[in-house]
C-alpha cells in the first residue's frame, strides 16, 4: 500500500510546534491534518482507520496520555508517535511500554524524520491488514479467531453458530488461509498476535 496515501494526524496545542511539523512533512509528500487539542481530534478523527498521529504528551485539556488510553480502549489501528520535552521522557517511553510506536524529544527535525517512515511502513502494514480482513466473510472471520485460539475443526463446527459439519470449517480454514496469504495455523495465530485491534472488526 501506497504509504503516501495515509494521513498523518499532528495533535498539539502549541501553534508553533504544530506549523513545523506541518511544513516539515508537507514538504515530505505526506497527507495530513493538524489539530490543537485532543478533544478536536477524537472529535473528527475516525479512530477506525490506519494512519500516524503525532501526539504531544502534555496539553491543556485532555492530555496525549489520555488520547493515547481512548485510542487503545477503541482498539485503534493508529500509529502513534509521541512528542516529549526533556522531563518527559520517562512518562514517554511508559507509553511506548504500553503500545505506542515511538517517541521524539522535541524539537527535533532530524527524529521526526527518521521516525516517521517506519511509522508509516507500520501504519501501511496495519491498512493491508484491514484490506485483507475485510475481504473475508463474517462466519470466515469467526473461524479465523477460533483457529488462531488452537480450535481443531471438529471443535470449530461444535461451537459455531449454527453447528456445521467439520468439512466445512475445513474449507473455511483454505479460504482464510488464501485470504490472508498465510500458510497455516501457526501463522495465522501470530498474524492476528500481531493485529489485536482486528479482533474487534465486523
Not at 66 to 88: C, K
Not at 111 to 128: C, S
Not at 129 to 150: D, F, H, I, K
Not at 160 to 170: A, I, W, Y
Request: net charge neutral.
Amino acid at each position: 500500500m501506497n504509504k503516501q496515501h495515509l494521513n498523518i494526524y499532528i495533535v498539539d496545542d502549541d501553534e508553533g510546534v504544530r506549523r513545523s511539523l506541518v511544513m516539515l512533512l508537507h514538504a515530505q509528500g505526506h497527507a495530513l491534518r493538524a489539530f490543537d487539542s485532543g478533544e478536536s481530534f477524537l472529535d473528527q478523527v475516525d479512530a477506525r482507520q490506519t494512519g500516524c498521529v503525532i501526539l504531544d504528551l502534555r496539553m491543556g485539556g485532555i492530555s496525549g496520555i489520555e488520547v493515547f488510553d481512548q485510542l487503545l480502549a477503541r482498539r485503534s489501528p493508529l500509529v502513534v508517535l509521541f512528542l516529549s520535552g526533556h522531563g518527559d521522557i520517562e512518562l514517554a517511553i511508559e507509553q511506548v511500554k504500553k503500545g505506542a510506536f515511538d517517541w521524539i524529544e522535541k524539537p527535533s527535525t532530524p527524529q521526526v524524520l527518521a521516525k516517521i517512515g517506519p511509522a508509516m511502513d507500520r501504519a501501511a502494514d496495519r491498512a493491508q491488514a484491514m484490506q485483507r480482513w475485510s475481504n473475508l466473510t463474517t462466519r470466515e472471520q469467526e473461524v479465523a479467531r477460533l483457529v488462531a485460539l488452537g480450535g481443531t475443526s471438529k471443535e470449530i463446527a461444535r461451537r459455531l453458530v449454527p453447528e456445521c459439519d467439520f468439512r466445512t470449517v475445513e474449507n473455511h480454514r483454505a479460504r482464510v488461509f488464501e485470504k490472508l496469504h498465510l500458510g497455516g495455523a501457526a501463522e495465522l495465530h501470530g498474524w492476528i498476535a500481531g493485529h489485536r485491534w482486528l479482533t474487534d472488526l465486523g
